[in-house]
């Protein structure tokens, strides 16, 4: 928070007065006051570079049969949460849980397999 007291104290001791005399236009103020508040924020504040290290990686799409299977589960999950006693939801429910553990392995070694 150091660096907030910096850029107050900074921005407190500044010639305003000076800035108010030069310009005239509210367009000139208002860069006048921009440019000395990012000249403050560039002396106090550090820069940080954050590293995404998903970057190169490539987001997969499962396949629209996976993708309908998920859907589906997803959809019963909610009108199961609704009603937890229908044991026929809960039935189709575990059913659907074992398509997608058969079907999402699958998927991902035959995307592993693939040639490039």
Partial sequence: MEEGKAVCQYLSSYDWLKVLA?????DDLWYAFCTVLNDAL???VPIVSLRNS???RKMRKYPSNIRVLFSR???LWRHMKLNPN?????????????ECRIERPLWNTNVIKKPK
């Fill in 86 to 98: 229908d044991a026929d939801m809960s039935a189709n429910y575990k059913r659907l849980v074992k």
């Fill in 54 to 56: 998903n970057l190169n």
């Fill in 42 to 44: 560039n002396l106090f």
């Fill in 73 to 75: 589960k997803r959809c």
């Fill in 22 to 26: 030069v310009n005239f236009t509210p």
